[in-house]
């Protein structure tokens, strides 16, 4: 859990500074190029991961610029950023099938995704909404009466277990508003995903100012675990 999430927000923090126009885009890779680093991470480089996810940024910025305006361009490249990493890990070599091609339809899938459940959120229930409370008062949520899942105790504690860690980390480095900022806006610890607008208006702050609190919180994650933008 830990190391997709650094993961994800290294190459968030990469976007960021290519969308701001601190550095340019890295051109695309030549065929013969991606064949390589391709058979590189396929043998275990992570190297060669990051190569291929810096090289193919440009995807991202080029399908968010179809469906973005001004108050989500934030969010969705955060999602494209997922799509991205996503591709990458499951991309089969296929001399047939385009890398770039693969990595575009799971951008846009993210991408497509969140705007559709934009559509329809006024009708969804949460799963931590209160759904009313118990004879003794306690609010109740949907999770509590759902019936629990087979999924093996063993996993369900190692989740907990880096969960926590990751709670005791984002603590120890954030302010109370931004850590309640970040875990928002990222859906962390079962706390139901907002955008930066939904944000700004439970906190009665602009838009533009959680923007930039995020970006601050996502230096201090990166300057304390060496997440590094090449």
Same mark, same amino acid.
């Given at each position: 859990m830990l190391e997709s999430v650094f993961e994800w927000l290294r190459t968030v923090m990469m976007m960021a500074g290519y969308v701001s126009g /601190?550095? /340019?885009f890295p051109p695309a890779l030549s065929r013969e190029e991606e064949e390589k680093y391709l058979t590189l991470y396929a043998a275990g480089d992570e190297q060669a991961k990051n190569v291929l996810i810096e090289h193919n940024l440009r995807l991202v910025a080029h399908i968010v610029k179809k469906y973005c305006d001004d108050r989500n361009a934030e969010d969705l490249i955060s999602l494209g950023t997922i799509g991205l990493i996503k591709g990458i890990n499951t991309y089969k070599f296929d001399k047939n099938k385009k890398l770039s091609s693969y990595i575009s339809r799971c951008i846009e899938n993210e991408v497509l995704m *969140?705007? +559709? /459940? #934009? +559509? @329809?959120? @006024?009708?969804? #229930? *949460?799963?931590?909404?209160?759904m009313g409370t118990d004879k003794d008062g306690n609010n109740m949520t949907l999770a509590d009466i759902l019936p629990s899942s087979d999924e093996d105790i063993s996993d369900i504690v190692a989740d907990n277990i880096e969960t926590q860690k990751l709670r005791r980390i984002l603590k120890n480095i954030l302010s109370e508003t931004e850590y309640r900022i970040i875990i928002q806006r990222y859906g962390l610890f079962g706390v139901k995903k907002r955008t930066q607008q939904e944000i700004a208006d439970a906190l009665g702050i602009s838009r533009s100012y959680v923007s930039r609190i995020e970006k601050k919180c996502l230096l201090k994650i990166a300057e304390s675990y060496h997440i590094k933008n090449r």
């Open positions: /601190s550095a /340019s *969140y705007l +559709r /459940s #934009v +559509r @329809k959120q @006024k009708n969804e #229930v *949460y799963i931590d909404e209160c």
